[in-house]
T-cell receptor, first 113, second 110 residues
C-alpha cells in the first residue's frame, strides 16, 4: 500500500542554519504531497503542498518540490529561526473519493538561538 | 477563523470505562477523521466519515467505534478503555486539499 518515510529526528540546528528534512513516498497512483507542522501544544496545520510532479510548494520560507523520478518531497528552508521549532510531518493523499491521508512519523526540529 | 474543536485537552480514565471523545467543526466539511498520535509512529487513522451516518474503518479501528449523527460533530468511542489506548487523539476535517486539525486530546488510561 501507499506509504511515507521521513527522516528520524530530532534535528537540532543553530539559528540561520540551512534545513533539509527528507521525505520519500510510495504510491500506486498520482498523489498530492503535503508538509504539515505541529507547534507545541497544538494540532497539525498545513505548511505547504504540491499536487503534481515538478510542482514546488512554498510558505513562510519553506519549500519542497514534488520529484516523481525519485519519489521524494524534501522540505528545505534557507535560514531557520527559533520559532520554527516544531514537529514536521510529510503526508500524501490521492484526493479521490474519501480524501484519505497517509502521514510519515514526524521529524522534530529544535532551533537554538 | 475556521475551527475544529475537541471537547477535552486532557482526560484520565480507568481501565474498562467507556470513553467519549467529541469533535466539532464549523466549516461544513463532509469528511471528518480521527487519528491517534504516538511517538515514533506518527499519525495513524482510526476511523473516518464522509457523510452523516457514514463511516469507514481506518488502519487501527480495533477497540474503537464512531458516531456521526450531525454533519458538524464526529465522536470517537472507546467501548472499554485499555492502557494501550493511552495516546494523543487528533480530530480533523477536510474539504479537499487541506485538513484542519483540532488541538488534540491527551488520553491517559490507568
Amino acid at each position: 500500500g501507499d506509504s511515507v518515510t521521513q527522516m528520524e529526528g530530532p534535528v537540532t540546528l543553530s539559528e540561520e542554519a540551512f534545513l533539509t528534512i527528507n521525505c520519500t513516498y510510495t504510491a500506486t497512483g498520482y498523489p498530492s504531497l503535503f508538509w504539515y507542522v505541529q507547534y507545541p501544544g497544538e494540532g497539525l496545520q498545513l505548511l505547504l503542498k504540491a499536487t503534481k510532479a515538478d510542482d514546488k510548494g512554498s510558505n513562510k520560507g519553506f519549500e519542497a518540490t514534488y520529484r516523481k523520478e525519485t519519489t521524494s518531497f524534501h522540505l528545505e528552508k534557507g535560514s531557520v529561526q527559533v520559532s520554527d521549532s516544531a514537529v514536521y510531518f510529510c503526508a500524501l493523499s490521492d484526493l479521490s473519493g474519501t480524501y484519505k491521508y497517509i502521514f510519515g512519523t514526524g521529524t522534530r526540529l529544535k532551533v537554538l538561538a | 477563523d475556521v475551527k475544529v474543536t475537541q471537547s477535552s485537552r486532557y482526560l484520565v480514565k480507568r481501565t474498562g470505562e467507556k470513553v467519549f471523545l467529541e469533535c466539532v467543526q464549523d466549516m461544513d466539511h463532509e469528511n471528518m477523521f480521527w487519528y491517534r498520535q504516538d511517538p515514533g509512529l506518527g499519525l495513524r487513522l482510526i476511523y473516518f466519515s464522509y457523510d452523516v451516518k457514514m463511516k469507514e474503518k481506518g488502519d487501527i479501528p480495533e477497540g474503537y467505534s464512531v458516531s456521526r449523527e450531525k454533519k458538524e460533530r464526529f465522536s470517537l468511542i472507546l467501548e472499554s478503555a485499555s492502557t494501550n489506548q493511552t495516546s494523543m487523539y487528533l480530530c480533523a476535517s477536510g474539504g479537499g486539499e487541506k485538513l484542519f486539525f483540532g488541538s488534540g486530546t491527551q488520553l491517559s488510561v490507568l
